[in-house]
């Protein structure tokens, strides 16, 4: 008989581009592959589970978590475990990664790092009747306890790997307690901005270690993280196959963590072939380190509509000493000013609730986001201290009460005043902001920031975005109007969730 493998995303969203390249690398080795994308689980679901299981009857179930997804993933795998105890359970992700032990109590086996070869290793393994434990990065138990394998070397050949599919083949959704087929219609409510907004990989790895980031623990496990780039060609044909299959795709979402550290050859190739072959706006990511003019200009006529850039703390002693930060402010502000005068919408991160903040730092972050030219919208993150990032190590060592990063949500940050008066530093006037800061100690003070606030996100907020929308599109107003009907419903989501 045949051995089925499931892969399980408990993301609340079909964007799920590291368990979609695994499922395209088993269907390319002919391995019949299932996606089972689980947004919400409840115990009410779990009947509809056992019903389909019971039906597909997979061999391997293999889950892909980010940390916010443990939960889900712990009480899936221990109700699979009682009800099907034949069928193998398998974690791999960011989480398993960084927390191998722990997430043994719920697995038969973890996968740590990039396992696109490892886990199409251990699928024919399993099929075969052979055994598994030698094959790296592979955790397992033994009568010795749990055993941790060697990482296999880091994928240099990115262009060898197929595509992740926009919408993937053999893919099955749980949807008003039913798992069925997942549909177009399913797969536009399902997807972030209605499957509009196509996200592509072109690099893995990043250049920096921050101490609150995924990478500083990645650098543990293999040492400084190796930047590997696919090929101009690659990354086009992706793009353009997509866009050929979803004419109606509005943005090409670049989820690099610096798409700018490219050379100026390679930039110009995609910019060139970009502008001929895909024809779409685009979204990246930048440091303010790598970010020049001759890149953004490069990427502005080819199409590059949004830019996202960390500050994270205009505290240079936060940035350098916690957050191992080491790009000045200076330079950020710099970085900003290229960003605006090319028509390019910028859209900030800040990291707020950091306990080894003074007051001071606070402000010292409020005073550099007044020094950045408007409009800009902030995402600003309560910080998480995710187990095996530096930051969570330094916490643990000096014996700080820190929130549980498994059941924290990080896009809530606490309504303290220097964090509402973060949030509005875009939207008001800086000589208003700077005399809420100077006066923060007043009862007129913090009068005013709440009877402010809420009329400020709700009207101001949706003002400067229409601002930046418009700038984007070189202030055409159609392009605006229907970009904006298109994202409305995630975009006020988004708003609403940030209050």
């Not at 509509?305 to 200076?330: A, C, H, T």
């Not at 950091?354 to 007044?370: A, R």
């Amino acid at each position: 008989m045949e051995n089925k493998t499931l892969l399980v995303s408990f993301q609340n969203n079909t964007d799920t581009i590291g368990l979609k390249y695994i499922h395209s690398y088993l269907i390319k080795n002919n391995i019949n592959s299932h996606i089972l994308f689980i947004p919400q689980l409840n115990k009410k679901d779990f009947l509809s589970i056992k019903k389909f299981l019971k039906s597909y009857e997979p061999k391997i179930i293999g889950i892909s978590l980010m940390s916010p997804e443990f939960f889900n993933a712990k009480e899936f795998s221990l109700y699979v475990k009682k009800n099907f105890p034949e069928i193998i359970i398998v974690w791999g992700g960011i989480h398993p990664t960084v927390d191998p032990k722990e997430c043994m109590k719920y697995a038969d086996y973890v996968f740590m790092g990039e396992s696109e070869h490892a886990y199409l290793e251990f699928v024919n393994a399993i099929s075969r009747n052979k055994p598994v434990n030698g094959i790296l990065n592979l955790v397992y138990k033994s009568s010795e306890g749990i055993n941790i394998n060697k990482l296999r070397p880091f994928n240099e050949n990115l262009d060898d790997l197929p595509f992740p599919e926009h919408f993937p083949q053999k893919s099955l959704i749980l949807h008003n307690g039913k798992i069925i087929k997942l549909s177009k219609s399913l797969f536009k409510k399902y997807t972030r901005y209605s499957g509009k907004f196509y996200s592509i990989t072109t690099t893995r790895g990043c250049p920096f270690s921050c101490a609150y980031c995924c990478n500083s623990a990645f650098s543990k496990l293999y040492g400084l993280s190796k930047v590997r780039k696919r090929s101009v060609k690659n990354v086009i044909e992706e793009m353009r196959l997509a866009t050929k299959i979803f004419p109606d795709i509005f943005y090409i979402n670049i989820q690099d963590d610096n798409f700018f550290s490219y050379d100026i050859q390679w930039m110009k190739a995609f910019a060139e072939k970009f502008k001929r072959e895909v024809k779409k706006n685009f979204v990246c990511r930048s440091t303010p380190a790598h970010l020049t003019e001759e890149k953004i200009s490069l990427l502005k006529k080819a199409g590059l509509s949004w830019i996202f850039m960390g500050l994270q703390s205009g505290s240079p002693r936060i940035n350098k000493e916690i957050y191992k930060r080491f790009v000045p402010n200076e330079k950020f502000i710099e970085a900003t000013k290229i960003v605006l005068k090319n028509n390019i919408a910028g859209y900030y991160d800040v990291i707020l609730d950091n306990p080894y903040e003074t007051e001071q730092d606070k402000i010292e972050t409020i005073n550099v986001i007044l020094e950045i030219p408007k409009p800009f919208v902030m995402q600003l993150f309560s910080l998480c201290f995710y187990q095996g990032t530096e930051i969570h190590d330094r916490a643990l060592k000096d014996n700080l009460i820190i929130e549980n990063p498994l059941e924290k949500n990080y896009e809530k940050f606490k309504p303290t005043y220097l964090n509402k008066v973060t949030r509005l530093s875009p939207l008001l006037p800086k000589l208003f902001i700077e005399l809420l800061v100077k006066n923060r100690k007043s009862q007129w003070a913090k009068i005013s920031v709440n009877l402010i606030y809420l009329p400020s996100v709700l009207i101001l907020e949706p003002v400067a975005w229409f601002r930046l929308i418009l700038i984007s599109f070189d202030y055409n107003v159609f392009t605006t109007v229907k970009m904006i009907s298109a994202f409305f419903k995630t975009g006020f989501s988004k708003l609403i969730l940030r209050k």
